[in-house]
Structure formats: structure tokens, C-alpha cells
């Protein structure tokens, strides 16, 4: 019996082990982007996602690998992440600046763009509280029959407030009193017995 010539099977293309390894660090990279904060992870994970993807389109190009269209979809992957990731690290750097704007600077407040003064006069010993921009936030206790006063340049205007509160309320004794006033120009004032607030929104 004679058998048919032995016909040696196909060679096969190796898999594309670098393309897809890329595009599930690009796909899982590109889901972390998305989420604030914790997307500093995608950093790492889009950035070698974007390599071994064009390696591995590289290789199915040259014929030395398959499965080029999922190394493909690694390099789009990693390459949208990538751009959030960037976008991401734009927006939070825009709001550490105008934080640093808006909070008062320690320097000299007349060489800042604008002055905002606030007084308080209290008719028994108190509480102050006083606040200024987003990071500032100070107590402190002012005697009776006294007059604080605190200047504050800021390079953009921000919330503020001035609250006065009594440390034991005497029904008999004056009433507290707060004002803002910004770039010359009260915004606020307030006078009470129990509480006195002021709040200016820098608007």
C-alpha cells in the first residue's frame, strides 16, 4: 500500500504576546485615567501600554507576530489614555494655581493685586475666626473692649468671612462688630450680640 507524501505541517506565525500585553495595560490604563486622583496610576500602565503596542504592531507588520488589529488597539488605548492622563495634570495644576492665587500672600499685602482688610471690635472677650481663600483658617481670642484689625493681599479675590462669637454671652455687655472691606471698598459688616458674620464671596 502506498501512503501519500508526507507533507510537513504550515509553520505558524508565533502569537503576538507584546501586542496584546500592551493592550491590556493600554485598556486597563485608559479605565484608571478616568477617575480623578487615582488615575496617576494610568501614568505608568498607558506609557509601557503604548510601547509593547507599536512593537507589537511593528512585528505583525513584518510578518513576525499575528494578531496585529488587538496591537493596534493597544497603541489607540494607551494613546487616549495618555491624553487624559496630560488633561488631567493640566486641570489640577490650573487649581493648585489659582489656590495659591486666592490665599493670602506672606509677603508685603500692598504689592498684591488686591488688599482686603478685616476689623473686628468686640464688646466682651471672644472667639475670632477668620478665613481667606481655600487653605486658611485661623482662630484666635480678642478681649473684651478691644479693636483687631488684619490686612490680607491676595492676587484673586476668594471667599472670606470674619466670625465673632462671645466666650461666655453677657446680655449686658456691647455687642460684637466685623467688617470687610476690599480694595477700599466695604463689602461687609455685621454686628450681634450672639454672633456677629461677615462673608464677602469675591464676586
Given at each position: 500500500m502506498t501512503h501519500p507524501p508526507y507533507a510537513p505541517p504550515a509553520h505558524a506565525q508565533p502569537k503576538n504576546g507584546l501586542g496584546t500585553a500592551g493592550f491590556v495595560l493600554g485598556l486597563v490604563g485608559l479605565v484608571f485615567a478616568f477617575i480623578p486622583l487615582v488615575g496617576v496610576v494610568a501614568w505608568p500602565l498607558v506609557i509601557i501600554g503604548l510601547i509593547l503596542s507599536i512593537v507589537g504592531v511593528s512585528r505583525a507588520t513584518k510578518g513576525a507576530a499575528?494578531?496585529?488589529?488587538?496591537?493596534?488597539?493597544?497603541?489607540?488605548?494607551?494613546?487616549?489614555g495618555l491624553v487624559i492622563c496630560?488633561?488631567?495634570?493640566?486641570?489640577?495644576?490650573?487649581?493648585?494655581?489659582?489656590?495659591?492665587?486666592?490665599?493670602?500672600?506672606?509677603?508685603?499685602?500692598?504689592?498684591?493685586?488686591?488688599?482686603?482688610?478685616?476689623?473686628?471690635?468686640?464688646?466682651?472677650?471672644?472667639n475670632l475666626n477668620w478665613t481667606s481663600g481655600l487653605s486658611v483658617n485661623n482662630q484666635e481670642i480678642v478681649e473684651a473692649g478691644q479693636t483687631w484689625s488684619k490686612t490680607l493681599g491676595v492676587e484673586e479675590l476668594g471667599f472670606t468671612s470674619v466670625t465673632v462669637t462671645p466666650v461666655t454671652t453677657d446680655v449686658n455687655a456691647r455687642p460684637n462688630s466685623c467688617k470687610i472691606t476690599v480694595d477700599g471698598k466695604p463689602v461687609a459688616e455685621n454686628s450681634n450680640l450672639v454672633a456677629a458674620i461677615c462673608s464677602y464671596t469675591g464676586h
Open positions: 499575528t494578531n496585529k488589529g488587538l496591537a493596534v488597539a493597544g497603541v489607540v488605548c494607551s494613546a487616549v496630560i488633561l488631567w495634570t493640566a486641570v489640577f495644576g490650573a487649581a493648585v494655581d489659582k489656590v495659591n492665587d486666592s490665599t493670602p500672600t506672606s509677603g508685603d499685602p500692598a504689592a498684591a493685586a488686591h488688599q482686603i482688610l478685616l476689623e473686628v471690635t468686640t464688646g466682651q472677650r471672644s
